[in-house]
C-alpha cells in the first residue's frame, strides 16, 4: 500500500505559476500528474520514472510544466508556468506501486494508488 499526499494547489492568473508537491510513503517509484476538470475525463499532465532520469509530458503542457523529484525520492513536484484557464482542474498525482511500465506512464490505468486531488484555478 502506498500513500500519496498532495499540496500546492491554488488560484493564480493567467501567466502565472504554481508549483505542486506529492509527498510518497514508500520512496523511488514512478509518478504521474493527472487533471481532471468538471465534466471532463481524468487526463495526463506528465510523469517521471522512478530515479526520476526519465520525464513524459502531455503536449499540452510541454514547454510550461516541469516534474521533478527530491534527492530523497519520495516526493515529486510539478512546476506549472504561463499558466492558462484551460490548466483549470483537480490534479492528482499517481504511482503504479514498486514496479511501473513506462509505456503506461502516461495511461490512468497504468495507475494503482492515488492522491487526495488539490485544486488549480487559472483566472484570466
Known amino acids: 500500500q502506498v500513500q500519496l499526499v498532495e499540496s500546492g494547489g491554488g488560484s493564480v492568473q493567467a501567466g502565472g505559476s504554481l508549483t505542486l508537491s506529492c509527498r510518497a510513503s514508500?520512496?523511488?517509484?514512478?509518478m504521474g500528474w493527472f487533471r481532471q476538470a468538471p465534466g471532463q475525463e481524468r487526463e495526463a499532465v506528465a510523469a517521471?520514472?522512478?530515479?526520476?532520469?526519465?520525464?513524459y509530458y502531455a503536449d499540452s503542457v510541454k514547454g510550461r510544466f516541469t516534474v521533478s523529484q527530491n534527492n530523497a525520492k519520495d516526493t515529486v513536484y510539478l512546476h506549472m508556468t504561463d499558466l492558462k484557464p484551460e490548466d483549470t482542474a483537480m490534479y492528482y498525482c499517481?504511482?503504479?506501486?514498486?514496479?511501473?511500465?513506462?509505456?503506461?506512464?502516461?495511461?490512468?490505468?497504468?495507475?494503482?494508488?492515488w492522491g487526495q486531488g488539490t485544486q488549480v484555478t487559472v483566472s484570466s
Open positions: 514508500i520512496s523511488h517509484l514512478c
Open positions: 517521471s520514472s522512478a530515479g526520476a532520469d526519465v520525464a
Open positions: 499517481a504511482t503504479p506501486g514498486v514496479s511501473c511500465s513506462h509505456s503506461l506512464l502516461l495511461l490512468p490505468a497504468g495507475y494503482k494508488y
